[in-house]
């Protein structure tokens, strides 16, 4: 199913055992170009969000879809079956760098196209 969406998320839902749920039926639509902020206070989810954008993360169980374009990252709390094929198109920078110290700031950011270099 083509949604023309860059990004198309419906009814996703997590929850860490906390009181309160760190998502909650969060759905919406990115159009290719758009451009937008992930803004809130520490604590609010936006973090979570990102991690289930990038197939990180899987939502409740039964709960919600994400799709960067054509691709289905995830579907009903299970994560889709090629995650690490769709996770070379889609950029993500952490928080914590985690760089390795002893080698260059080049080699660094090359090791994320490890997976695309020839054997």
Do not use: Y
């Not at 579907?75 to 769709?86: F, H, K, Q, T, W």
């Not at 996770?87 to 110290?101: E, I, P, S």
């Amino acid at each position: 199913m083509t949604t023309g969406a860059a990004l198309s998320i419906e009814k996703l839902s997590k929850s860490f055992g906390a009181p309160k749920p760190a998502l909650s039926n969060v759905a919406f639509k990115l159009a290719p170009g758009e451009m937008v902020a992930l803004i809130g206070a520490s604590g609010s989810g936006k973090s979570t969000l990102l991690r289930h954008i990038s197939g990180f993360l899987g939502a409740d169980e039964g709960a919600g879809e994400v799709r960067v374009g054509d691709h289905v990252m995830q579907s009903g709390g299970r994560v889709a079956p090629g995650i690490r094929g769709l996770r070379a198109d889609v950029g993500f920078v952490f928080q914590q760098f985690n760089l390795v110290g002893r080698l260059t700031v080049m080699t660094n950011v090359l090791t994320g196209l490890l997976p695309r270099v020839p054997l």
